[in-house]
């Protein structure tokens, strides 16, 4: 077998993609913890579904778009490279949905599935996520610029703030944004929204509607890369507050995504 550097090095050249077709043109852009790992693991050979595939290279994509070092059309051309480059039938990384409208306009004719969890688990997973694995400096500006710029820390929020994390407000407001920014971005048709809980269930109706065999799922491989342990970081913070926090983190078009009706997560196909 050839060294692993060598095999990435073709995985990623262009005798590759012109040997290999792509099966299917499907995007996971749920954010992180929300079950994205478990999304990538679903699918089985042949179909190519990586889970952060280059991922270095579309953080600095996202962070030199946000600090205005990349006009639109450099953006653009950009995120472009980073997806021929992959070469993906799906295509899983949390940060395509920092880069969301311009996704969609690359790809309008794509598939896209956002996987959500309610803003309380969410909180609580990230939270722990953090302290568990703290990530690379250049994982650790992109948490800044996501988490934490422009906005204000509350006293309530020392807890985290004294373990190097980041503001309940700044957490949840970027589950709220870049949920409605996913929703806003991909039109109806082209989005499926799947809670985190049924991605086993779901399985064949996602491979279903990236344009994918049913059968070249498995639902067991559903629960990948979980956290495993709560630090109780969040039992330390005002309980009043908290819950607050969350409340003000809802919109009616999120509460929808769970509801199990058909104007729900099952309707958005």
Not at 233 to 256: G, M, N, S
Request: glycine share 8%; hydrophobic share 45%; proline share 8%.
């Amino acid at each position: 077998m050839l060294p692993a550097p060598v095999r990435r090095s073709l995985r990623y050249s262009a005798a590759y993609r012109l040997t290999h077709r792509r099966r299917a043109r499907a995007f996971g852009i749920g954010l992180n913890k929300t079950g994205t790992h478990s999304l990538a693991a679903l699918f089985r050979p042949p179909v190519r579904a990586g889970h952060e595939a280059d991922v270095d290279r579309l953080l600095d994509l996202v962070l030199d778009r946000a600090a205005g070092r990349l006009d639109e059309a450099a953006g653009r051309r950009a995120l472009a490279r980073h997806l021929e480059r992959c070469w993906l039938d799906v295509h899983v990384s949390h940060p395509l949905g920092d880069v969301v409208d311009v996704l969609v306009a690359l790809e309008p004719e794509g598939r896209y599935v956002l996987t959500v969890r309610p803003p309380d688990e969410y909180l609580r997973s990230v939270v722990n996520a953090a302290i568990k694995t703290p990530g690379s400096a250049r994982w650790q500006r992109y948490k800044a610029l996501r988490y934490q710029a422009g906005v204000d820390a509350s006293p309530h929020d020392a807890p985290l703030l004294d373990r190097g994390l980041y503001p309940v407000a700044g957490i949840l407001g970027r589950w709220r944004k870049a949920t409605l920014d996913a929703l806003d971005a991909v039109p109806p048709a082209q989005l499926l929204v799947v809670p985190t809980a049924e991605l086993p269930a779901q399985a064949g109706a996602i491979a279903v509607h990236c344009g994918l065999d049913a059968a070249l799922t498995d639902p067991t491989k559903a629960h990948q890369h979980a956290t495993g342990v709560d630090y109780g970081v969040l039992d330390e913070l005002d309980p009043t507050y908290l819950a607050d926090q969350i409340e003000a983190a809802w919109d009616p078009r999120l509460r929808a995504l769970f509801d199990p009706g058909p104007l729900g997560a099952q309707g958005r196909a």
